[in-house]
């Protein structure tokens, strides 16, 4: 599996970005950035040749599934924005028209940096999730490990304890 992160500018720079994170934890990652100030969103968006895209995006029209990864390789796009800026995107970027949206079956949030919405998990968490799906238990639960020592480190450097201290 590759990882395609599509970071939007404006969350690059928050100190709590999560998709990141999750590039540098996938050897196989690439990270591009849409919307910044003053520039064109990027038409020269390509997903990777010989491999099968598969667009995240939690209202996607087909739910992931691990047969998905057994046509080939899979690329897996991830949109890291608001919600808003994320429809936007999937919109806008010329390169995805025609890549299947899926979304992951439900997942429950780990509520460990903040009170999730209902429904709504980190993109550390969705990747992590969606490389469970395509590559096995055990790759997924490695990243989620990984999820929990950087979230705990995050909150120790706040002053506050984590529910692993």
């Known amino acids: 599996m590759r990882l395609t992160l599509i970071l939007h500018a404006l969350e690059a720079r928050r100190s709590t ?6 590039a540098l934890a996938l050897s196989n990652s690439r990270v ?4 910044r100030a003053g520039q064109a969103i990027n038409d020269s968006f390509e997903v990777t040749a010989g491999m099968k895209p ?3 995006f939690p209202d996607g029209s087909e739910e992931l599934r691990p047969e998905m990864a057994n046509d080939g390789d899979v690329e897996l796009i991830v949109p890291d924005a608001s919600w808003a800026q994320a429809v ?3 919109r806008r970027i010329h390169g995805l028209s025609g890549v299947p ?3 992951l079956p439900r997942v429950t949030p780990r509520k460990i940096l903040r009170k999730s919405l209902e429904g709504r998990i980190s993109t550390f968490e969705a990747i992590s ?3 469970q799906i395509l590559e096995g238990e055990e790759a997924g ?5 990984l999820f929990d020592a950087y979230a705990s480190a995050l909150l ?3 002053g506050r304890r984590s529910r692993f201290d």
């Open 17 to 22: 970005n999560t998709g990141h994170l999750a």
């Open 32 to 35: 591009e950035i849409h919307g």
């Open 54 to 56: 598969l667009f995240l």
């Open 88 to 90: 936007r995107m999937s």
């Open 101 to 103: 949206h899926v979304r």
């Open 129 to 131: 999730h969606a490389v």
């Open 141 to 145: 639960a490695s990243m989620l490990t």
């Open 156 to 158: 120790r450097e706040r």
